[in-house]
């Protein structure tokens, strides 16, 4: 028997329900189970600066999502590649850029080169929240001490830190930490705030938010514009 612990006990005694559960409860607890997990791993996904533009770009000439899978999976939506590759990546973007307000597309589309950058970082960031932690852990603290650089090592070390805080991270394989740690960095200097000066050592760029690209960051991740306004 299952018993579930729910506000409708009897006196002395809990209401039991025999397996399976009712759907609506199989419902309520796989949504507690989604809702617990806090850290999702930067592994199988990419920054996608082009594929995300050319996309923004085909919605603003009157495309929708329908033609553009069918564009991806006859492989001419984003050059030369297998359908299957496309597909993923149109599948990647769309869960990014899907629901965005009109304005944000577009300045995907036809933002400056920093606007573009800094808007996809944010949309990147409102799915994984170790990046934004990376960011206000070890980023942010290292500008204001006046040491503008960080180093594989300072990512390393911020993993095994999570890794002893949250449950998430510490079930994560020591693949899936490798390939985390390497993007942590790497996805950063994809949005223009860190730049390689020697293997393993990146220097911090400074980031002069523009009122537009302050406002649509703000709108995707009111937090990342926070962390991003503190490096300057």
Known sequence: MTVIDAPWRKAGGMTAFPLPLP???????SLRTLMTVRYAALTNVQFLM????LTALELQGGETWASLRQAAREARLYGPGKANSQLTILTAVKARVAGLEPELVKLLASGSLEERQLLNLALVTRQKQVLLDFLAEVVVPAWQRLHRHVTDADARAFLTHKAEQEADVAAWTPATMQKTRGNLTRFLQDAGVLKEVRKGEYEMVAQYLT???KEAVS???PRLALLLEQLK
Do not use: A
Request: no cysteine; proline share 18%; aromatic share 6%.
């Open 50 to 53: 082009p594929e995300t533009t």
């Open 211 to 213: 009122p537009t690209i």
């Open 219 to 221: 709108q995707v991740s």
């Open 23 to 29: 759907p609506v409860f199989s419902l309520l607890l």
